[in-house]
C-alpha cells in the first residue's frame, strides 16, 4: 500500500488538478486548513500582483464524502482565477472569434533560469508558452493542497511538519530579509533563500536500506528538487558534515534509544531513526527578471533581450510552505507503505502495534 500523486494544468489554464490515491478510508478532512495552507504559500514579502489576483481555494470532485475519505482516488482542484484574462491564449481547445485577452502571440524568446529553451528543444516547440505554463511554480499550489491531505493523515499516528524560513539573500534576520528585498525589487532584481523542514513525531523504520528507491533520504531530496528552482538539498547537518571529523560528525546513542544530536537529520542507512527527520532546500533567486538578461530568439536565432512578465522579487517564505507539503507527502507515502490499511482505523491500529514492539516512544 503506497500513495500516488498525478497532477495535470497550466500556470494560466483554467485549473490545477490532483489525483491522489492510496488514501485510507475514514481520513477526515478539514476544508479551511487546506485553503489555509494555500493562502500560507500565496504570503511572503516580495511576492507579485498575481497573488492578489488569486484567491486559493480547494475543490473536491470525488473520492470524499461528508468529509471523510472513502478509500478512492481524491480528485482536487484549484481554479485558476487569471484564466479569465488568458481564456483564448490559453484554451484547451482550439479558440473561436478573434484573437484577444494574454496569450495570444507566440512565445519565441527563451528566458535564461526557466524550462523554455530546454522545453522547446525537448518537445519541438515552436511557442515557448507550450512549455513554460506548465514548469511554471503556480502549479505548486495544487501539491500543497495535497500536502495537506497528508499532513493530516501524518497527525493521525502523531507525526507533524513544519516548514520555516532560514535565510532570504543570505540574511537570516527578518528585517534584514526585508531590506534586502526592497534593496533587489528597486535594483529589479530577485532573491533566493534556503528553507527548513522538521517533522515530529516520525517514528524509526520508515525507509529502507535495501534498495536505492526506498530510501528515505533520497526520496525526501528527490521531492524537495522537483520544487522549482530549488538547486541544492541536505539532511540535518548537511554539508557541514564534510568538513568534520567523524568522532564529532555522528549521533551517539544513549539509553532509551535517543541521541544527544542530531546531525543526521532523522535518517540513517535510508531509514528514519526516530529523531526529528530535518532538511533544507536551497532557492537560487528567481529567473524572471524586470531587468532581463541576454538570450536567443528561437525564431530568428538572432540575440534577444528575455521577456519581462510579472514576477515575485523573492518567493523564499512561499517555498517553505511549498517544501513543508512535499516532505509531508512523502513521509505519509512512507507510512502508508510501513502499516498500510484500509480504513483509517486499521492504518492507526497497526502503528500502535508496531511501537508496541519496538522500545521506542515518541518525544
Do not use: C
Not at 521531492?223 to 547537518?237: N, Y
Request: proline share 5%; hydrophobic share 40%; net charge negative.
Amino acid at each position: 500500500m503506497t500513495l500516488a500523486l498525478t497532477t495535470a494544468g497550466e500556470s494560466h489554464g483554467p485549473a490545477l488538478v490532483a489525483i491522489l490515491t492510496g488514501l485510507p478510508a475514514g481520513l477526515v478532512l478539514d476544508r479551511a486548513a487546506i485553503d489555509h495552507d494555500l493562502h500560507r504559500r500565496q504570503q511572503g514579502y516580495g511576492r507579485s500582483a498575481r497573488q492578489r489576483i488569486e484567491h486559493d481555494e480547494v475543490e473536491v470532485l470525488g473520492g470524499l464524502r461528508h468529509g471523510r475519505t472513502l478509500g478512492t482516488p481524491l480528485g482536487l482542484v484549484v481554479r485558476n482565477r487569471d484564466h479569465d484574462n488568458w481564456a483564448w491564449g490559453m484554451s484547451p481547445w482550439p479558440p473561436d472569434g478573434e484573437a484577444h485577452g494574454k496569450g495570444t502571440e507566440p512565445v519565441t524568446v527563451a528566458r535564461p533560469g526557466h524550462a523554455d529553451l530546454a522545453g522547446a528543444l525537448k518537445y519541438g516547440l515552436r511557442d515557448t508558452r507550450d512549455a513554460l505554463e506548465r514548469a511554471s511554480a503556480r502549479h505548486t499550489a495544487v501539491t500543497v493542497a495535497a500536502g495537506a491531505v497528508a499532513k493530516t493523515l501524518l497527525a493521525a499516528i502523531g507525526v507533524t511538519v513544519a516548514g520555516t524560513v532560514v535565510e532570504i539573500g543570505g540574511e537570516t534576520d527578518e528585517q534584514a530579509q526585508r531590506e534586502a528585498t526592497d534593496s533587489a525589487r528597486a535594483d529589479r532584481d530577485t532573491l533566493g533563500g534556503i528553507v527548513e523542514v522538521s517533522a515530529t513525531g516520525v517514528p524509526p523504520g520508515l525507509g529502507s536500506y535495501a534498495t536505492r528507491d526506498d530510501r528515505l533520504d533520497a526520496r525526501l531530496a528527490a521531492a524537495l528538487m522537483g520544487i522549482q528552482a530549488v538547486k541544492a538539498v541536505e539532511l540535518g547537518a548537511g554539508a557541514e558534515l564534510a568538513r568534520r571529523r567523524g568522532s564529532d560528525a555522528h549521533d551517539e546513542i544513549v539509553p532509551g534509544l535517543r541521541r544527544t544530536t542530531n546531525r543526521a537529520g532523522g535518517v540513517e542507512g535510508g531509514v528514519s531513526n526516530g529523531e526529528p527527520v530535518v532538511v533544507r532546500a536551497a532557492m537560487k533567486p528567481l529567473p524572471t527578471l524586470m531587468r532581463p538578461l541576454g538570450t536567443v530568439d528561437l525564431a530568428s536565432g538572432e540575440r534577444a533581450q528575455a521577456l519581462v512578465e510579472r514576477s515575485d522579487v523573492a518567493a523564499v517564505e512561499a517555498l517553505a510552505v511549498v517544501a513543508e507539503a512535499a516532505v509531508a507527502w512523502e513521509l505519509a507515502r512512507a507510512a502508508r507503505e510501513k502499516f498500510g490499511g484500509d480504513s483509517l482505523d486499521d492504518f492507526v491500529a497497526a502503528h500502535r502495534a508496531y511501537l508496541e514492539r519496538i522500545p521506542w516512544r515518541p518525544h
